[in-house]
């Protein structure tokens, strides 16, 4: 039951340029903080961007994210065959009493 | 560094009650909330709910009539226990250390360390 919407897929080539958006409510990312996480098939999510855009230590610069309103982004540049993973926007929402929301997840594809 | 190391049953029969631990090593238990988040085959992500080192805790609205998250801070643990599951219930479950706080009149609320998850099957 996400409340946050994501594109089901993005690709691109080795050395390009990708947004992953994220759209949701003035509940949830309208009144809070939004996070990104990455998950390689098999392993647990990762932790890749916190409160909107802050990159926890060991995450490449390539990664950075945005927030505007109601809907956030993800963009990673110079692309790697290792980015190819699934990425979760997630956020927390103020209603029906507090709870938190993940994103539909967007499969990253390395061209 | 912060590890998380879960365990429990990996097979629950249906209406039975699953229950899963995961143990805080490396680091301080206080100052953080404690989450339970899970994965069925082939979808996406869950939040299941969460605890705060006080006991206070939050859940999912969808779950909540089900699931109970308690601490057992001399031992540096936390559990999930999910009553009356059915095959919907399988999947992976994974615990969580949040930081949570307000920084710049925002609140913050991210996982930051996740224990490696535990398979979960729902079956007679």
């Known amino acids: 039951q996400s409340v946050l919407t994501q594109p089901p897929s993005a690709s691109g080539t080795p050395g390009q340029r990708i947004t992953i958006s994220c759209s949701g409510s003035?509940?949830?990312?309208?009144?809070?903080?939004v996070n990104w996480y990455q998950q390689v098939p098999g392993k647990a999510p990762k932790l890749l961007i916190s409160s909107n855009k802050q990159r926890p230590s060991g995450v490449p610069d390539r990664f950075s994210g945005s927030k505007s309103g109601t809907s956030a982004s993800l963009a990673i540049t110079g692309l790697q065959s290792e980015d190819e993973a699934e990425y979760y926007c997630?956020?927390?929402?103020?209603?029906?009493?507090?709870?938190?929301?993940f994103g539909t997840g967007t499969k990253v594809t390395v061209l | 560094q912060v590890q998380l190391q879960q365990w429990g049953a990996g097979l629950v029969k249906p209406s039975e009650t699953l229950s899963l631990s995961c143990a805080v090593s490396g680091g301080s238990f206080r100052g953080y909330h404690w989450s339970w988040i899970r994965q069925p085959p082939g979808e996406g992500l869950e939040w299941i709910g969460e605890s705060n080192e006080s006991g206070n805790t939050k859940y999912s609205p969808s779950l909540k009539s089900r699931v109970t998250i308690s601490l057992d801070t001399s031992k540096n643990q936390f559990s999930l226990k999910m009553t009356s599951v059915t095959a919907a219930d399988t999947a992976v479950y994974y615990c969580?250390?949040?930081?949570?706080?307000?920084?710049?009149?925002?609140?913050?609320?991210?996982?930051?360390?996740w224990g490696t998850g535990t398979t979960v099957a729902v079956s007679s």
């Open positions: 003035n509940s949830n990312i309208g009144s809070n903080t």
């Open positions: 997630a956020a927390w929402d103020d209603s029906l009493n507090g709870f938190y929301v």
């Open positions: 969580a250390r949040v930081p949570r706080g307000y920084n710049n009149l925002y609140q913050y609320y991210y996982m930051d360390v």
